[in-house]
């Protein structure tokens, strides 16, 4: 039988503290911004309007930053929140990503890397899962990574403005626009800089999924601690409640 955590009322909703309410504000953006994937790409694919598109897109990635800034203000934050927008933001940017590599628009290899990353944080997030089982928070080198990427596609999808790179890998890097001295969509700089944010998020997730394995693999009582429905203390005991936020104990 899993042990409960302790901890004061006013600590559920907050990021350390999620609680398990699904219809909170903060979800229903989530939940749009999915709704709104879905219908881009299908003005995309179908070469309805893509201005409409383009603004649909632009809609979209602009809630990114608002979810989670309105759960943290409100002290809404939920479990569902934390596991569903990196997989709607993931499919956000899939949806852009494929859209322009099939127009041609993109550098394939763009789509390799983006792809692959998540492809790798996804397995390794299920060996973490094996030994440490609360989810690893959201990093914010990963959300810097993708509001470059959705700038940057929102921007190639707009394809303007263009402008001309600097030469820095030689006329003949047809692989690497923008770099190659040709004209290019400033786009695609955006995009340059959501991939190297994007490599650095798999370092760090790869390092904090390393000490998560090794913290359980040390202190595996601790995993035993039913977090999704803590005990909730309504003393006024200030002392229990710092303890127990500090040091995350079980009681």
């Known amino acids: 039988m899993s042990l409960k955590r302790k ?4 600590l559920i909703g907050t990021s350390d503290y999620p609680s398990n309410k699904i219809f909170t504000i903060s979800n229903v ?19 309805e309007n893509r201005y409409i598109a383009l603004i649909i897109y632009a809609i979209a990635a602009s809630t990114d930053w608002m979810d989670g800034q309105i759960a943290r203000m409100t002290k809404t934050v939920s479990w569902l929140g934390k596991m569903m927008d990196p997989v709607v933001d993931r499919a956000l940017l899939f949806t852009g990503v ?8 993109l550098p394939l290899w763009v789509c390799v890397v983006i792809i692959g990353r998540d492809a790798y ?8 899962h094996r030994f440490h089982k609360r989810p690893i928070d959201v990093v914010y080198t990963g959300k810097i990574a993708t509001a470059l990427l959705m700038s940057g596609f929102t921007l190639m999808l707009l394809g303007l403005p263009v402008v001309e790179g600097p030469n820095l890998l030689g006329s003949s890097a047809a692989a690497f ?14 995009v340059y800089l959501g991939v190297v944010f994007s490599l650095i ?49 079980v009681e």
Request: net charge negative; with cysteine.
């Open 7 to 10: 901890i004061k009322k006013e």
């Open 29 to 47: 953006i989530t939940f749009t911004r999915l709704i709104l994937t879905f219908v881009f790409l299908y003005l995309f694919i179908t070469n």
């Open 98 to 105: 494929l859209g322009l590599v099939g127009r041609g628009e």
């Open 121 to 128: 944080l996804a397995c390794g997030n299920m060996i973490v």
């Open 177 to 190: 626009p923008g770099l190659n001295g040709h004209e290019a969509p400033l786009g695609i700089f955006f």
């Open 201 to 249: 998020t798999a370092v760090v997730y790869t390092i904090k999924g390393t000490l998560a394995i090794r913290r359980a693999q040390t202190h595996p009582e601790d995993e035993d601690v039913d977090f999704l429905n803590p005990e909730i203390d309504d003393s006024d005991e200030m002392a229990g409640s710092g303890a127990t936020a500090g040091s995350g104990r």
